[in-house]
């Protein structure tokens, strides 16, 4: 199986969400995301009002593997149980990035597709640094090449062992 890394880069297509606690961080990440050059879809929630994470995980899966975003970033609470339904979908790779280090590793070695962010973990402009960062992050390939074909090979079932 052949891997093939996500874009970097300008003009990227992000489709982002967040459950009730993340709204005011994603309005601020949507607006400096467009302010450099990228297309978003905000696929809410857009109130207070308690929503379920899974299903918004859901839609940013559904857009990334329809080819309708090449990216997505996902706000939760803490971003645990967000970074656990986001990796359930098929070509998902989903990390929770609280700095700098974690970034590198989740785009350089991992070639995470979805950012996973804790709105109570982080404030915005934390926010704002590490979406920065991973939005212009390049898959380091190599090596992690070799393993994420070999990810993509326990995805559809194989047996690695």
Known sequence: MTYS?????????????????GVKMKAA??????SEGHITDDLGSHGTEVVDYPILCA????????KDA?????????????????NKLP?????????????????????S??????????SDEQAKGLALAWMTTDF????????????ARLEAGEDLA
């Open 5 to 21: 890394p996500t874009p970097t880069g300008k003009n990227l297509r992000v489709a982002i969400a967040s459950d009730h606690n």
């Open 59 to 66: 839609k940013i899966g559904k857009k990334i593997a329809n």
């Open 91 to 111: 070509g998902i790779r989903a990390g929770l990035c609280g700095d700098m280090f974690q970034v590198g590793i989740s785009r350089g070695n991992n070639d």
């Open 140 to 151: 380091n390939g190599g090596v992690h090449q070799q393993r994420l074909e070999q990810i």
């Open 113 to 122: 597709n979805v950012l996973v962010l804790g709105a109570k973990v982080l």
């Open 29 to 34: 990440l949507v607006a400096l995301l467009e």
């Open 70 to 86: 090449d990216r997505g970033i996902m706000i939760g609470g803490s971003g645990m149980g967000e970074t656990i339904a986001c």
